[in-house]
């Protein structure tokens, strides 16, 4: 006959007696207090401790304006609000001559240069509404006889290369003047030969075109260091019978008002 078991020995719907459970409980209770006890004194430790607490450092956002450094290029900024367009025959072409009286003259409808000091100058008051960079990159297009060999001949990739990297002033236009500029004692011999008479006059040559080519030789001879001298020089270039009309240039005189005074005086004799 099998044993009699107690109601306290009797399973449980777990297969668990009452007893059994009890242990078991306890046993999960005992490892429960095993555990908190010691996750408790790691916390205490970190309390007295916190270098045992990783740190993540968080800067805050610096309240003091601080200078940003500059930034350095060598490409001209672009000038915004000035025109880009490049349209050749409307710019203009330099086609040195030194043989040329004339600097400055319109042939099929486009500016041809002959001098290089006319054609910088040309450039620098382009400068004043078209973007310098559309300037700077287009310029080659515009060399014609001597400027355009040279350009193609005698400058190497890294020389070109710089005068599409430089400024206008110091890339192309110092470029130029260094090798096509009118040497002084040619540009003073040439002024001095040079007259304005009443043949000029009657044959509608005008006094202020003249004027300003010789107002160029007098700046490249370096004869005139000084802005009246070098009107004076043109004034002295003037024959006698029309230099009477024409005040004599002073200190105080400009090349607007110098100018002006001659195209008034062209205009009545002519």
């Known amino acids: ?3 009699v078991l107690s109601k306290m020995d009797s399973p449980t719907s777990f297969g668990l007696s009452p007893v059994q459970k009890t242990e078991m409980m306890t046993c999960i209770h005992t490892a429960i207090e095993d555990l908190r ?3 408790m004194p790691s916390k205490a430790n970190q309390k007295k ?5 990783p740190q993540i450092n968080i800067t805050p956002p ?3 304006a601080t200078a940003t450094p500059p930034v350095t290029s060598t490409a001209p ?5 000035k025109a880009s367009n490049w349209v050749n025959s409307e710019i203009g072409y330099f086609f040195p001559d030194p043989t040329r009286d004339e600097h400055v003259r319109m042939v099929e409808g486009a500016l041809f240069f002959s001098n290089a000091l006319a054609f910088v100058n040309h450039l620098r008051a382009l400068s004043a509404f078209k973007n310098e960079n559309t300037i700077r990159l287009n310029i080659y297009s515009c060399l014609r006889g001597e400027a355009l060999e040279w350009f193609i001949s005698e400058l190497s990739q890294s020389e070109r290369e710089k005068l599409r990297s430089s400024s206008l002033e110091e890339g192309w236009i110092e470029t130029l003047m260094k090798r096509f500029k009118t040497p002084p004692s040619h540009a003073l011999k040439t002024l001095k030969r040079s007259k304005y008479n009443w043949g000029d006059v009657r044959c509608q040559r005008s006094l202020v075109m003249w004027a300003h080519n010789m107002l160029r030789l007098a700046q490249e001879s370096n004869e005139y260091p000084v802005a009246w001298q070098q009107i004076h020089a043109v004034w002295d270039q003037i024959e006698i019978p029309i230099r ?3 005040n004599e240039p002073s200190s105080g005189t400009t090349v607007a ?3 002006e005074e001659l195209d008034g005086w ?4 002519r």
């Not at 062209?266 to 004799?269: S, T």
Request: overall charge negative.
């Open 37 to 39: 006890m010691e996750v």
């Open 49 to 53: 401790n916190p270098r045992l607490i």
């Open 77 to 81: 900024i672009f000038d915004a609000g």
């Open 257 to 259: 008002s110098f100018m």
């Open 62 to 64: 610096s309240t003091t």
């Open 1 to 3: 006959m099998p044993p």
């Open 244 to 246: 009477g009309n024409v």
């Open 266 to 269: 062209y205009n009545l004799w």
